[in-house]
C-alpha cells in the first residue's frame, strides 16, 4: 500500500457513500443529510486533485524545475482546503434555510444505516490516508485525511439529527450549521500547513536530526537553514573543521557527513555542506531514483558567469576536438533560442593522459555537451548530474553547428 493506492481507493469509496447519501437524503428531505452527501461528492474532487498532485509531485527534476515538482503536493493541498471551505459554506446556507423554512424529515431506518455505514468508511479512510501521508510526507493526503475526517464526524452529527428530529424540527437544521461550521474550523487548520509550505516553511524536525547528527559526530555547526517543499525537504548548512586539517580531509568529513544525513532522514532530498575554515562547498542531491550525484571544490569560477541554457564543446586550436576531456572549449549560452553569450575557455585540468572534462563540468555547469566521443564512465557522471549528452560526427566542424 502506498499513497496512490490509498487516493485511488478514496475516490471509489466517495462515489458510493455520496450516491448513497443523496439519495436517501432526497428521499427523506434531510437538508443534513443531503449536505452530507455534498460534502462526500466534494470528497471525491479532493481525492482526485490529491491523487493528481501525489502523481505530478513524483516527476523526476529537468531543465526549468531542478527543485523537481514536490510542490505540487502543497498545492493539491491549497485545491482540497479550498474545497473543504466551499462545502462548509454551502453546509451553513442550507441549514439556516432549513430552520427558516422548518421543512419536515421523514424518519426511514435506510437514513441511519447509511450515515452509519457512511461514518465506519470515512473513518477508516481517515486513519488510512492520515498513516500514509505521515509516513511518505505527503501534504496533498494528509488534508484529503482531514476532509474525510470531517465527513465522519458529519455524519455523526447527521445520525444525532435524525434521532432527534422528531422532537426538535430544527435539529437537522443546527446539526447542518454546526457540521458546517466545523469543516471551516479544519480548513483553517489545513490552509495554514499548506501555506506555510508553499512559503517555504522551515523543516524544525529534519533541522533538529541534523543538529543532533552533527553533535554525535563532534562537528560544530554554525548555520543551518532548510526549506520544506512538498513533501521534500532541502538544506543548507556550515561547519566548523580544525583549520589544520587539510583540503581532502575536510572534503571527506563533509562527504561522510551527507551521505549520512541523507541515509538518516528519508525526506532529506538535497544538502550542501559549506565548510567554514576551509572555504569549500559541497552538496549531494538525491535523484528520483536513489542514485546521488555531487558537487564539491573550492569556490572556483572557469569562464563568465551563466546565463541561460549553457552547451559547451571540446576544442584545439579552434577545432572540435576528438575527446570530451580537452584543453579548450567552446562556450555557448542560449536565451529564447538566441546565442547571447559565446566564449573559448581554457580547461585548467587538462593533461595529455587525463582530460578531466567532469571536472571541468561542475565549475562551468553547462546543461549540454556537444562531443564526438566520451567515455562510459564521464558519461554515467554526466547522466547523474542531470547534463545532456549529444554526439557529433567525426566530419563535422564548428561551422556546420548551427547554434
Given at each position: 500500500m502506498n499513497?496512490?493506492k490509498?487516493?485511488?481507493i478514496?475516490?471509489i469509496?466517495n462515489i458510493?457513500?455520496?450516491?448513497?447519501?443523496?439519495?436517501?437524503?432526497?428521499?427523506?428531505?434531510?437538508?443534513?443529510?443531503?449536505?452530507d452527501?455534498i460534502h462526500?461528492?466534494?470528497?471525491?474532487?479532493s481525492?482526485?486533485?490529491?491523487?493528481l498532485?501525489?502523481?505530478?509531485?513524483?516527476?523526476p527534476?529537468?531543465?526549468k524545475?531542478?527543485y523537481g515538482?514536490y510542490?505540487?503536493?502543497?498545492l493539491?493541498?491549497?485545491?482540497?482546503?479550498?474545497?473543504l471551505?466551499?462545502?462548509a459554506?454551502?453546509i451553513?446556507y442550507?441549514?439556516?434555510?432549513?430552520?427558516?423554512?422548518q421543512?419536515?424529515?421523514?424518519l426511514?431506518?435506510w437514513?441511519?444505516?447509511?450515515?452509519?455505514?457512511?461514518?465506519?468508511?470515512?473513518e477508516i479512510?481517515?486513519?488510512?490516508?492520515f498513516?500514509?501521508?505521515?509516513?511518505?510526507?505527503?501534504?496533498?493526503l494528509?488534508a484529503?485525511?482531514?476532509h474525510?475526517?470531517?465527513?465522519?464526524l458529519?455524519?455523526?452529527?447527521?445520525?444525532?439529527?435524525?434521532?432527534l428530529v422528531n422532537?426538535f424540527?430544527i435539529?437537522?437544521?443546527?446539526?447542518?450549521?454546526?457540521?458546517?461550521?466545523?469543516i471551516?474550523?479544519?480548513?483553517?487548520?489545513v490552509g495554514r500547513?499548506t501555506?506555510?509550505?508553499?512559503?517555504?516553511v522551515?523543516d524544525e524536525?529534519?533541522?533538529k536530526i541534523i543538529?543532533?547528527?552533527c553533535q554525535?559526530?563532534?562537528?560544530p555547526?554554525s548555520e543551518?537553514k532548510t526549506?520544506?517543499i512538498?513533501?521534500?525537504t532541502?538544506a543548507?548548512?556550515t561547519?566548523?573543521?580544525?583549520t589544520?586539517l587539510?583540503?581532502d580531509?575536510?572534503?571527506?568529513?563533509?562527504?561522510?557527513l551527507?551521505e549520512e544525513l541523507l541515509?538518516?532522514?528519508a525526506i532529506?532530498?538535497q544538502?550542501v555542506?559549506?565548510?567554514?575554515?576551509h572555504n569549500?562547498?559541497?552538496?549531494t542531491?538525491?535523484?528520483?531514483f536513489g542514485?546521488?550525484?555531487?558537487?564539491?571544490?573550492?569556490?572556483?569560477?572557469?569562464?563568465p558567469?551563466?546565463k541561460?541554457y549553457?552547451?559547451?564543446?571540446?576544442?584545439k586550436?579552434?577545432?572540435?576536438?576528438?575527446?570530451?576531456?580537452?584543453?579548450?572549449?567552446?562556450?555557448?549560452d542560449?536565451?529564447n533560442d538566441?546565442?547571447?553569450?559565446?566564449?573559448?575557455?581554457?580547461?585548467?585540468?587538462?593533461?595529455p593522459?587525463?582530460?578531466?572534462g567532469v571536472?571541468?563540468v561542475?565549475s562551468?555547469q553547462p546543461?549540454e555537451?556537444?562531443?564526438?566521443?566520451?567515455?562510459?564512465?564521464?558519461?554515467?557522471?554526466?547522466?547523474?548530474?542531470n547534463?545532456?549528452?549529444?554526439i557529433?560526427g567525426?566530419?563535422v566542424?564548428?561551422?556546420d553547428?548551427k547554434f
Amino acid at each position: 500500500m502506498n499513497k496512490e493506492k490509498v487516493s485511488i481507493i478514496s475516490i471509489i469509496v466517495n462515489i458510493l457513500l455520496s450516491a448513497l447519501k443523496l439519495g436517501v437524503g432526497f428521499l427523506i428531505n434531510s437538508i443534513a443529510l443531503i449536505s452530507d452527501g455534498i460534502h462526500s461528492f466534494l470528497d471525491i474532487i479532493s481525492s482526485i486533485i490529491s491523487y493528481l498532485g501525489i502523481r505530478i509531485a513524483k516527476k523526476p527534476v529537468d531543465e526549468k524545475h531542478p527543485y523537481g515538482y514536490y510542490v505540487a503536493e502543497a498545492l493539491a493541498g491549497l485545491g482540497v482546503t479550498i474545497l473543504l471551505i466551499v462545502s462548509a459554506i454551502w453546509i451553513v446556507y442550507e441549514g439556516i434555510n432549513q430552520i427558516i423554512n422548518q421543512e419536515i424529515v421523514k424518519l426511514s431506518i435506510w437514513g441511519f444505516i447509511v450515515v452509519i455505514i457512511s461514518i465506519i468508511a470515512n473513518e477508516i479512510l481517515a486513519r488510512l490516508k492520515f498513516k500514509y501521508g505521515k509516513k511518505e510526507e505527503s501534504l496533498a493526503l494528509i488534508a484529503d485525511a482531514e476532509h474525510s475526517r470531517a465527513d465522519a464526524l458529519s455524519s455523526i452529527g447527521v445520525l444525532i439529527g435524525l434521532a432527534l428530529v422528531n422532537f426538535f424540527i430544527i435539529a437537522d437544521g443546527l446539526i447542518a450549521i454546526i457540521i458546517g461550521l466545523y469543516i471551516l474550523y479544519e480548513s483553517y487548520n489545513v490552509g495554514r500547513t499548506t501555506t506555510d509550505n508553499l512559503l517555504g516553511v522551515k523543516d524544525e524536525k529534519t533541522e533538529k536530526i541534523i543538529q543532533k547528527i552533527c553533535q554525535d559526530k563532534n562537528i560544530p555547526v554554525s548555520e543551518l537553514k532548510t526549506r520544506k517543499i512538498g513533501p521534500a525537504t532541502f538544506a543548507e548548512l556550515t561547519i566548523k573543521l580544525q583549520t589544520d586539517l587539510k583540503v581532502d580531509q575536510a572534503e571527506k568529513i563533509s562527504k561522510n557527513l551527507q551521505e549520512e544525513l541523507l541515509n538518516k532522514i528519508a525526506i532529506l532530498k538535497q544538502v550542501v555542506i559549506q565548510i567554514e575554515s576551509h572555504n569549500i562547498k559541497q552538496g549531494t542531491i538525491r535523484p528520483r531514483f536513489g542514485k546521488k550525484f555531487g558537487f564539491r571544490g573550492k569556490f572556483e569560477k572557469i569562464g563568465p558567469s551563466k546565463k541561460g541554457y549553457r552547451i559547451i564543446i571540446p576544442l584545439k586550436n579552434n577545432k572540435i576536438y576528438q575527446d570530451f576531456g580537452a584543453p579548450q572549449y567552446l562556450l555557448i549560452d542560449k536565451q529564447n533560442d538566441k546565442v547571447i553569450q559565446k566564449e573559448i575557455i581554457n580547461n585548467p585540468h587538462f593533461s595529455p593522459q587525463h582530460g578531466h572534462g567532469v571536472r571541468l563540468v561542475k565549475s562551468v555547469q553547462p546543461d549540454e555537451i556537444m562531443t564526438k566521443t566520451i567515455g562510459d564512465g564521464a558519461k554515467q557522471k554526466l547522466k547523474e548530474l542531470n547534463i545532456k549528452v549529444k554526439i557529433i560526427g567525426d566530419n563535422v566542424s564548428l561551422k556546420d553547428l548551427k547554434f
